[in-house]
């Protein structure tokens, strides 16, 4: 299926990959006075979605198969050689469009992209260009170090995505010797990993003080268009999580504890039933998944299984884990061509099956949003598209049985539901470390005392080394900086559409199916009116959601 991704769709009408054939179409843009200015966007749109296809088609490429030499080479050639030579050409058209006489008159649906073509106008500087070259040239590295990552556990071969389904069994020995196995696998390239991490702070910090910048976290707030949030909102955030989830998720832990007889609980006691039940396994082959949660989308809207059908026909699709491939998972979207493509790193787990989900939302985003012509309005704030995401895991819950008898379906809508209570103070942990990080805190330490903060009631004791280096293990703080913390404001939205879908399921979708169709055509806080949602991430809109799902696990 990657293969079939890679290729370039017939219809496309130059190779975006060649700067002799890209160079031209700026230079048109140009030296067009743009009279029709509407005309002249919907050019510069299409030159845009041609760049943005050809990128993501080579970083599905790569992500796929991050032991291919070639393929490492397009990517990283379109991220050193097209991009750079791209940026400025940019930054002159959007020079010209926001000096354009008739740009006031523009209809209000292009509000919120003129807004950020501003913003990218006052923060870029020429002298980044190459050093945002050799920070993707990094992140390409960080991919393919994790994507080599492989341990013999088990009598054979296994990626690190493999490993996790172990600390399902329940067999308590065998899930330390897998937790430790994997950790030491992970610390084996720390040093490696840290020089890098060393060496992009050191290049972000740069592309922010050219910008003129104190440091690099207020730049990336800029950078990201985050308008309606400050970084002293994310602190309140992170007081609220501290007050109002830590406490539950501790209390779960220990009720963990108790049923599962242990004393302490342990890092590799978190994903196992804690009754000592078998572990969900709800599938055995990749196409089971697929065809499981293509019945789960039709039930939550026909139409989101017809959108499925289209880009699964299309081969968009690559769930499965194996040896070279990147770990994680997302979702791209081809622009030229208005389809998605889903990646992920399948193992016969439950998380395989939230992970589809999830990555779906996106897919059916994107396709609610594709209608409209300019690539802006296509896009969406983050913030929002994860709630497309989330949603569509709390939409599918009710529908699990699609893989499970009616006990097993019951517990993996307690796993998930635990699993928030666990997520809101690690992505926690992230953004506060992001936070301290940029402004020069000692990294070690300050992680330390994060952990401290949002930690569950797990006991760490002789653990020490993999303890201080576990944020290794997440990606975002190496390839997206400071995209991290959408996850939570978003999973508050996510949290209520699963209970506006309790009070009445078929207007909760219908709302939230138009909110994700608006694309970007409007501001933040509006995409989540739209879709039936607050858009408040205090503590007096989080703490109502955290007792919904305390009460819904009994």
């Known amino acids: 299926m990657p293969v079939a991704a890679a290729k370039k769709p017939p219809s496309k009408k130059f190779d975006a990959g060649d700067w002799t054939a890209v160079e031209p179409r700026f230079d ?62 940019w930054q002159a058209l959007k020079k010209k469009l926001v000096g354009h006489p008739k740009r006031k008159g523009l209809p209000a649906i292009y509000r919120v992209f003129l807004q950020h073509t501003k913003n990218e106008i006052e923060i870029f500087r020429d002298e980044n260009v190459p050093i945002e070259a050799k920070e993707a040239e990094l992140q390409q590295q960080y991919q393919k170090v994790c994507g080599a990552m492989t341990v013999t556990f088990d009598g054979r071969e296994q990626t690190l995505p493999m490993m996790a389904k172990y600390l399902e069994e329940t067999d308590r020995a065998k899930r330390q010797a897998a937790w430790e196995t994997t950790v030491r696998r992970r610390l084996q390239d720390r040093e490696t990993i840290d020089k890098m991490f060393d060496e992009l702070i050191a290049l972000r910090t740069k592309i922010a003080t050219n910008a003129g910048f104190a440091n690099y976290r207020d730049y990336a707030f800029r950078m990201r268009g985050r308008f309606d949030y400050t970084p002293e909102d994310c602190l309140r955030f992170h007081d609220a999580v501290e007050k109002r989830v830590v406490p539950a998720l501790r209390e779960r832990h220990r009720i963990r504890a108790r049923k599962l007889g242990v004393d302490p609980l342990r890092p590799w006691d978190l994903s196992v039933d804690p009754l000592g039940r078998p572990p969900l396994r709800p599938f055995e082959k990749t196409r089971d998944l697929i065809d499981g949660c293509r019945r789960i989308f039709h039930k939550v809207d026909p139409d989101f299984a017809k959108k499925f059908d289209a880009f699964r026909k299309r081969g968009y699709l690559d769930l499965e884990s194996r040896k070279g491939k990147a770990p994680g998972g997302y979702m791209s979207v081809f622009d030229v061509e208005r389809m998605p493509f889903i990646f992920m790193n399948a193992a016969g787990r439950q998380d395989d099956v939230e992970t589809l989900l999830h990555e779906g939302g996106h897919s059916f985003h994107s396709l609610l949003a594709a209608k ?112 991290y913390i959408e996850y939570a404001v978003a999973q508050m939205g996510a949290l209520q559409v699963w209970l506006n879908a309790r009070k009445n399921r078929r207007q909760a979708i219908a709302k939230y199916r138009a909110g994700l169709s608006l694309g970007w055509t409007r501001p933040l806080p509006e995409l989540f009116k739209s879709a039936g949602l607050k858009w408040d991430f205090s503590e007096r809109t989080l703490a109502p959601l955290i007792d919904a799902v305390m009460k819904e696990l009994g």
């Open 372 to 483: 409209h012509d300019f690539l802006f309005h296509r896009n969406y704030p983050i913030e929002f598209a994860e709630v497309a995401s989330m949603g569509m895991e709390l939409l599918g819950a009710p529908y699990l049985g699609e893989f499970y008898e009616e006990e097993e379906a019951r517990r993996a809508v307690e796993y998930h539901l635990e699993f928030l209570l666990t997520l809101f103070p690690w992505i926690c942990s992230i953004d506060a470390f992001q936070h301290q990080v940029y402004q020069g805190a000692d990294r070690q330490k300050a992680w330390i005392e994060i952990r401290d903060r949002f930690q569950g009631a797990v006991d760490w004791t002789g653990l020490d080394e993999a303890r201080a280096y576990e944020w290794q293990r997440q990606s975002h703080l190496f390839t997206v900086p400071f995209y």
């Open 28 to 89: 048109a843009l140009e030296r067009d006075p743009a009279k029709d200015l509407k005309s002249w966007l919907a050019r510069f749109s299409d030159l845009a979605a041609a760049l943005a296809e050809e990128e993501n088609r080579r970083y599905v490429a790569m992500t796929c198969h991050t032991d291919d030499p070639e393929k490492e080479k397009a990517h990283l050639f379109f991220q050193t050689e097209i991009l750079p030579k791209c940026k400025p050409r």
